[in-house]
């Protein structure tokens, strides 16, 4: 479980192909590698995925060939920043929502509208999201705990501050450029069990 507050921009160092549909990623991140194990989760572009080792401020995970098709994480390249967050500890601020690390589609960078102090930016939602999205609710896109300024039935809008401009991977991203979306788990709950209920189900 993480908290969609990114810690650390890290970098693609390599990725892999071993064959059977997957792939050993290696990414950069001397930050959350500074404690991290064997087995240990760390979310990278909002993918859980689980350390295989670390060398160096350098960790690498395995990413089975799904995981590879339903994100974004397939599209990166040795180079390209990604955000990194560990797993939360159950002492910590939860300072984001409730973010599983678990994608549940790849939308599209749609705009960008820059104004004083924050920017605008809109995104394209996958075709069977925009339930699952309401204005003012939690979103996370590539990892990051975002709260919806405006939402259509194709799309949504984030306001984005400084910090998140300098700190996380959306500061860079242009129009036409892919990225990881998770909703709030919390919303998909809600539509199963009032979905049990219609259906008079006692679930």
Known sequence: MFTGIVEELGEIVRTTDTGGDSALVAVRGPLVTSDARHGDSIAVNGVCLTVVDVD????????????L???????????????????????????????QG???????????EPAAQWETVRFRLPAGLSRYVVEKGSITVDGISLTVAGV??????????????????????????????????????VERLLGDRAAGGDR
């Open 152 to 189: 259509g039935d194709d799309w949504f809008s984030v306001g984005l501050i400084p910090t998140t401009l300098k700190l996380t991977t959306l500061g860079a991203k242009g129009a036409g450029d892919p990225v990881n979306l998770e909703v709030d788990v919390l919303a998909k709950y």
């Open 102 to 112: 678990h994608v549940d589609g790849v939308g599209e960078l749609l705009s960008r």
């Open 56 to 67: 160096g401020g350098v960790f690498t995970a395995d990413v089975m060939g799904e995981t």
């Open 69 to 99: 098709r339903r994100t974004a994480l397939g599209a990166l390249r040795p180079g390209d920043p990604v955000n990194l967050e560990r797993a939360a500890a159950l002492n910590s601020r939860l300072g984001g929502h409730l973010v």
